[in-house]
T-cell receptor, first 116, second 113 residues
Framework: AQSVTQPDIHITVSEGASLELRCNYSYGATPYLFWYVQSPGQGLQLLLKYFSGDTLVQGIKGFEAEFKRSQSSFNLRKPSVHWSDAAEYFCAVGQNSGGSNYKLTFGKGTLLTVNP | EAQVTQNPRYLITVTGKKLTVTCSQNMNHEYMSWYRQDPGLGLRQIYYSMNVEVTDKGDVPEGYKVSRKEKRNFPLILESPSPNQTSLYFC????????????FGPGTRLTVT
């Protein structure tokens, strides 16, 4: 079965430091990969997505992610974290789960804390 | 503004009292879906709809019903809520096909006592 693993439940970084959030997926076909962010009390906002082509994708808020097929990974990065980046981050794979269902399978999330 | 709206945002109810959470989107999306979010479990799909009058079960459909009579609306119905349905619920919509990103509503926090 398709799955998404985010190995880090909680990460703490200092403001201005670089950030990398890890995501590994298990999917038989070409994956459609997404990163979403959820700020406290808010819904999920799409940061970026990978469908095909260039394996380094740029997103909003200065985030980028790199698709590595050989490692089944889609890690999210940001060169310099701001206090407003504190949130929970979800990696997801879009899949045809059988029949006509086009669903997202989510990882369990990584909570990011930013220290001043 | 393109958006997905949910109502209510917060709801406290008692076991067995039927309730409906509404979801509406203004993007003319064909695909809509309901998820629940629980600590340590992430988001899990409850039901989805490919278009009007076309709905099907997701991963955790027990205790829920849905309907899709209009393209823009996709209500979630709990006929007899139980405490294990206490959760944060999200509605989402997208253009048809799994390569398209899903747009999420703000969430409904439900507590069943």
């Amino acid at each position: 079965a398709q799955s998404v693993t985010q190995p880090d439940i909680h990460i703490t970084v200092s403001e201005g430091a670089s950030l990398e959030l890890r995501c590994n997926y298990s999917y038989g076909a070409t994956p459609y990969l997404f990163w979403y962010v959820q700020s406290p009390g808010q819904g999920l906002q799409l940061l970026l997505k990978y469908f095909s082509g260039d394996t380094l994708v740029q997103g909003i808020k200065g985030f980028e992610a790199e698709f590595k097929r050989s490692q089944s990974s889609f890690n999210l990065r940001k060169p310099s974290v701001h206090w407003s980046d504190a949130a929970e981050y979800f990696c997801a794979v879009g899949q045809n789960s059988g029949g006509s269902n086009y669903k997202l399978t989510f990882g369990k999330g990584t909570l990011l804390t930013v220290n001043p | 503004e393109a958006q997905v709206t949910q109502n209510p945002r917060y709801l406290i109810t008692v076991t067995g009292k039927k309730l409906t959470v509404t979801c509406s989107q203004n993007m003319n999306h064909e695909y809509m879906s309901w998820y629940r979010q629980d600590p340590g479990l992430g988001l899990r799909q409850i039901y989805y709809s490919m278009n009007v009058e076309v709905t099907d079960k997701g991963d955790v459909p027990e205790g829920y019903k849905v309907s899709r009579k209009e393209k823009r609306n996709f209500p979630l119905i709990l006929e007899s809520p139980s405490p294990n349905q206490t959760s944060l619920y999200f509605c989402a919509s997208s253009r048809s096909g799994y390569s398209y990103e899903q747009y999420f509503g703000p969430g409904t926090r439900l507590t069943v006592t």
